[in-house]
């Protein structure tokens, strides 16, 4: 289904997003990870992307946003994008969490090849419980995440939906 909030601006609701799934996870740390990616067939490198991360024993997946389709900003000649959120459950600590989701960046594809540039996959760590960090590897919360739709727009309706 497919739902136009502007002329630039889509919401898509798949079999996977928005999708809740079982939230008794005992684990400690409460995870919200933007996902993005505007090369090759995204949606079904975001329902991969779900499998890898259901099967791994150390996360569990909380729920997903419907997915929405936006333009890139930046560097503006290139796809529009496709972005969700996946809030999660894990008992990693910041950063092993980061280079797991940087293992699977890279799994998927993804080349950095300048900033802002287009991607098989992105995943941004969102939030980390209500942590604030600020080193050179990692930012939380993400330093950007209020000022983009691509964060904003399916975090609401996560969140609207799930009520």
């Known amino acids: 289904m497919k739902k136009n909030l502007t002329k630039n ?3 898509f609701y798949t079999e996977n997003f928005p999708k809740k799934f079982k939230s008794n996870s005992k684990k400690k740390h409460y995870v919200t990870i933007g996902i993005g990616g ?7 490198i975001f329902n991969k992307l779900l499998l890898c991360l259901k099967q791994d024993k150390r996360i569990s997946i909380i729920m997903t946003s419907p997915l929405l389709l936006n333009p890139p900003f930046g560097f503006l000649d290139q796809n529009d994008f496709l972005n969700g959120i996946i809030a999660i459950k894990t008992n990693l600590a910041p950063n092993d969490f980061l280079k797991n ?7 998927f594809g993804r080349k950095r090849s300048f900033q802002d ?22 930012i939380i919360p993400h330093k950007a995440w209020a000022n983009r739709e691509s964060v904003i727009i399916p975090l609401e309706e996560m969140i609207r939906i799930n009520k």
Do not use: H, S, V, W
Request: net charge positive; aromatic share 6%; hydrophobic share 40%.
């Open 101 to 107: 989701m940087q293992r699977l960046e890279k799994r």
């Open 38 to 44: 505007n090369i090759g067939n995204t949606k079904r």
């Open 9 to 11: 601006l889509t919401l």
């Open 117 to 138: 540039a287009p991607r098989t996959l992105d995943i941004d760590i969102i939030f980390f419980d209500a942590k604030k960090i600020n080193t050179e590897d990692l």
